[in-house]
């Protein structure tokens, strides 16, 4: 029920983009994304979100939904984590950006993510609500030909590393011409390569990660208790993904590469109380995209 609920309201909501003042295209994507391992826990996700355009150029919302599913062994290193295994978190984010252009070069941006993220079992309200936000000012060159770069500087409080922090923000991107592209540091760090109209070769380095109210029942039986826990989750993967264009508007999107990074723990009362086995694993993901 819950997961049809998310897919509705995505299906409804689409997200408006800019950046400083870039702007970027108007579409809606569906994803699926496999970070298999050999020990410990494989993790299935779908996503699906959008972007739309404003005319104004200077005002975003949207909203982002994604449904983790948990292939994990049941643990029993400790009391606290005894008979506990997880199998589902969903999140679901919208998001509010205001930018102002200082001037010709430069613009501030500021946003807020309110973001339900739990596995929605028993009163999951106490913990499955998170608040973030964030700033940032951006710095935009134009010259001759098209040639674009820009510098983003600022910083977050958000579940991007997976429990509550803050994160600097700080990307360098340029736009050599209408086949390469690169970007580098937080949030984006890629390189484009647009071969013609239809393919274009993709490498990136990527994050995932959440920060999310789960519901426990440990015991059995009459000694049975029901418990509220935050699960953070952490993916850090580095992968080439490959775009086909394949009818006016709709592409299609396959990545493969490595999860080079993971960790998955478990926190009552902000105090961490398990970490599960997570190991450097395959990663594959598979898309489709259709820009307005």
């Known amino acids: 029920m819950v997961r049809a609920v998310v897919t509705i309201i995505c299906l409804f909501l689409v997200i408006a983009g800019i ?13 699926y994304s496999i970070n298999k391992s050999n020990e410990g826990v494989n993790v299935y996700q779908t996503r699906i979100g959008g972007s739309k355009v404003f005319a104004t150029g200077n005002f975003r ?7 983790y599913k948990f292939d994990m062994d049941y643990t029993y290193t400790s009391a606290a984590v005894e008979d506990m295994h997880f199998t589902e978190v969903y999140t679901l984010r919208p998001e509010v950006f205001v930018s102002y252009l200082l001037d010709d070069a430069w613009s501030f941006t500021a ?7 739990s596995d929605f079992h028993g009163n999951w309200t106490g913990e499955g609500f998170n608040m973030g936000y964030g700033g940032y000012f951006t710095r935009l060159w134009k010259q001759p030909g098209e040639a674009v770069s820009s510098l983003v500087i600022g910083g977050e409080y958000s579940t991007a590393f997976g429990k509550l922090r803050f994160v600097p923000v700080l990307n360098y991107k340029r736009k050599i011409n209408t086949h390469w592209e690169y970007a580098l540091g937080y949030p984006y760090t890629y390189l ?8 274009t070769i993709r490498p990136v380095l990527d ?3 959440f920060y999310a109210g789960v519901n426990a029942v440990t015991g059995y039986f009459a000694d049975a208790e029901s418990l509220l826990y935050k699960l953070s989750y952490l993916n850090f993967n580095g992968r080439i993904n490959y775009e086909y264009f394949f009818n006016r508007g709709w592409n299609l999107l396959a990545g493969l590469g490595y999860s080079i990074h993971n960790e998955l723990d478990l ?5 961490k109380v ?19």
């Open 111 to 117: 946003y807020v993510q309110p973001e339900i993220a």
């Open 267 to 271: 926190y009552r009362d902000d105090t």
């Open 19 to 31: 950046w400083g003042q870039e702007k970027f295209p108007e579409m809606i994507q569906l994803e």
């Open 192 to 199: 484009s390569w647009n071969i013609n109209p239809k393919h």
């Open 274 to 292: 398990h970490t599960y086995d997570m190991a450097s694993s395959l990663y594959i993901s598979l898309g489709i995209k259709y820009k307005f």
């Open 61 to 67: 919302i949207g909203v982002v939904a994604d449904a």
């Open 207 to 209: 994050l995932d990660a």
